[in-house]
């Protein structure tokens, strides 16, 4: 089992910056694939960015590339997204999430364990 738990989310202007936090405990998580999705009001959860075990490869949602950074520190078990330029529309729920296949690093069904969320939100 692993526990997630995020923080850092809040209320910030557009064009401002929030870094995430995942803290995460258990089971081994330097060998779990990591990844960020977000859930905007009435909206799906969609993904947002995962960082493989071994931070030696990143994947982004086209609508936050060259704004979001993710990042993680296996010593420490956490994982993180620093999100600049904040749009309104990137007001949502945030969550991190782990898994083991990494091909399917995309899809919320192959996520095995999941943090309750912290909420973003991006005011015009």
């Known amino acids: 089992q692993v526990q997630l738990v995020e923080s850092g989310g809040g209320l910030v202007q557009a064009g401002g910056s929030l870094r995430l936090s995942c803290a995460a405990s258990?089971?081994?998580?330097?060998?779990?694939?990591m990844g960020w999705f977000r859930q905007a009001p009435g909206q799906k959860r969609e993904f947002v960015a995962a960082?493989?075990?071994?931070?030696?490869?990143?994947d982004y949602a086209d609508s936050v590339k060259g704004r979001f950074s993710i990042s993680r520190d296996n010593a420490g078990n956490s994982v993180y997204l620093q999100m600049n330029s904040l749009k309104p529309e990137d007001t949502a729920v945030f969550y991190c999430?782990?898994?083991?296949?990494?091909?399917?690093?995309?899809?919320?069904?192959?996520?095995?364990?999941w943090g309750q969320g912290t909420q973003v939100t991006v005011s015009s």
């Open positions: 960082i493989s075990w071994s931070a030696g490869i990143i």
């Open positions: 258990g089971r081994s998580f330097k060998n779990l694939h």
């Open positions: 999430a782990a898994t083991t296949d990494w091909p399917a690093r995309r899809l919320i069904d192959q996520y095995d364990y």
